[in-house]
């Protein structure tokens, strides 16, 4: 096993996980410096390219976002986001990750789903690819709004089943999305292997968000996006500042020209 995950599977119960998204080199780099695990979530469909949904995510569109962070990050996990219709089956999967990793030399991958995609977690991990759960909201299966899980009987007796199976199957995380706080705290302290949480509380071993969130670059109003720093503010200073000495022949003084 990967040092790197090694260690991220020890930080449980120690010490919380850092998780955020990048979909290129530049944000990459700033994150490394204070994250342990960097995801190119297909979340960049919507975040990126207004896809209404991350079902239109191609295997090659994460790769080349995938190569652009790989050349960002020097110590934190970095692991690809399984775009949707890409792991159907067996084969299919194997060939995808083999891909995935070979082009852009992620450490791993994350998959969404729990019992009714065992079969193909455990034929990644016994073939060797690192492999990271993702259960409660599936955005690759969900139409309209998103609404929380863990709610009735038969979806907290479900969501433990898909949780402890993706242990048992070798997967070294667990994503835990929009999951009750109390399910969330059962479903950590039934594991041992990490949970990751969004919007899941504060139980989970670890928290992610998509960092354009986080920064303010976009306009999301789920309920557990924080607004951190509003980076829109910054770059508009900045832009206007620009066009202002451009227009008044500030910019480039001598010092800044050939
Ligand atoms: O696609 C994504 O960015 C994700 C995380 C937010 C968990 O799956």
Redesign the pocket.
Not at 41 to 44: A, E, N, P, T, V
């Given at each position: 096993m990967l040092s790197k995950i090694r260690n991220i599977i020890s930080k449980k119960k120690k010490s919380k996980i850092i998780?955020l998204?990048a979909y290129s080199k530049n944000i990459a780099e700033e994150l490394d410096k204070y994250t342990d695990l960097i995801?190119v979530?297909?979340?960049?469909g919507s975040?990126l390219y207004n896809y209404k949904s991350?079902r239109n995510v191609t295997l090659e569109v994460i790769i080349e976002h995938a190569k652009s962070v790989r050349l960002g990050i020097k110590k934190s996990l970095m692991i690809v986001?399984m775009p949707y219709k890409t792991y159907r089956n067996k084969k299919e999967a194997l060939k995808n990750c083999k891909k995935i990793i070979k082009e852009t030399k992620c450490d791993g991958v994350?998959l969404?789903g729990g019992v009714k995609i065992k079969n193909i977690v455990n034929h990644l991990i016994i073939n060797k690819i690192p492999v990271m759960g993702?259960i409660g909201i599936l955005?690759q299966l969900v139409r309209g709004k998103f609404k929380s899980k863990g709610k009735s009987e038969k979806e907290k007796k479900q969501l433990m089943k898909d949780a402890v199976i993706l242990e048992k199957m070798g997967c070294f995380g667990i994503?835990l999305?929009c999951i009750e706080k109390n399910l969330s705290n059962k479903i950590t302290k039934a594991i041992k292997i990490p949970t990751?949480g969004?919007g899941s509380s504060n139980c989970c071993d670890g928290q992610?968000?998509?960092t354009d969130d986080l920064l303010g670059l976009t306009n999301s109003k789920i309920k557990f996006v924080k607004k951190y720093v509003d980076l829109k503010k910054h770059i508009r200073k900045g832009v206007k500042k620009f066009k202002s000495e451009v227009i008044n022949k500030k910019y480039p003084t001598k010092s800044y020209s050939y």
């Open positions: 998780c998204t995801l979530g297909d979340s960049l975040v991350t986001d994350k969404e993702h955005p994503v999305e990751i969004i992610i968000l998509v």
